[in-house]
């Protein structure tokens, strides 16, 4: 893939999932802190949770936490992010949830570094100007 089809690419997958994620009830789900900066870097507003402050909540509040909710589970691909989505995708079904995972599958699918942190290193290390070409996208 090119650098301007993967730029195509990746705007194309920052507007859906800023579009999926835009109500209320639909929250992003990261590991951490770095994960949440860089999905936020590409201007993907969204209500962001920690998996591991969630799976506490849902062993505090059971399916109060999550009934009626919509989650995006956005873990690395790494083996320890697969094993906390796994067991995401199986606590938060049981309990009430619904998992949106159409923009996790196309992340994959469309060739982006498999720890999310790491994509803005990603981007900067193909594109310069990368947050240039994202903002002006924005406006």
């Known amino acids: 893939m090119g650098s301007r089809e993967l730029l195509k690419s990746l705007m194309e997958w920052r507007d859906r999932i800023s579009m999926r994620a835009s109500s209320e009830t ?3 789900v990261v590991e951490g ?8 870097l590409l201007g993907i507003k969204a209500n962001y949770t920690y998996a591991g402050s969630l799976l506490r909540d849902v062993r505090e509040l059971g399916e109060r ?21 796994g067991k ?4 938060l079904t ?3 949830g619904k998992l949106d995972e159409g923009p996790r599958n196309e992340y994959r699918r469309r060739g982006f570094p498999k720890l ?12 310069p100007d990368w947050d240039l070409l994202l903002n002006s996208q924005l406006d």
Request: positive net charge; hydrophobic residues 35%.
């Open 26 to 28: 639909v929250e992003i």
């Open 33 to 40: 802190p770095k994960d949440k900066e860089a999905l936020s």
């Open 65 to 85: 936490r999550v009934r009626g909710r919509t989650f995006i589970i956005m873990t690395d691909f790494d083996k320890e992010g697969m094993k906390i989505y």
């Open 88 to 91: 995401l995708k199986t606590i």
């Open 94 to 96: 049981q309990y009430g």
């Open 116 to 127: 999310i942190e790491e994509l803005r290193g990603f981007l900067e290390r193909r594109f």
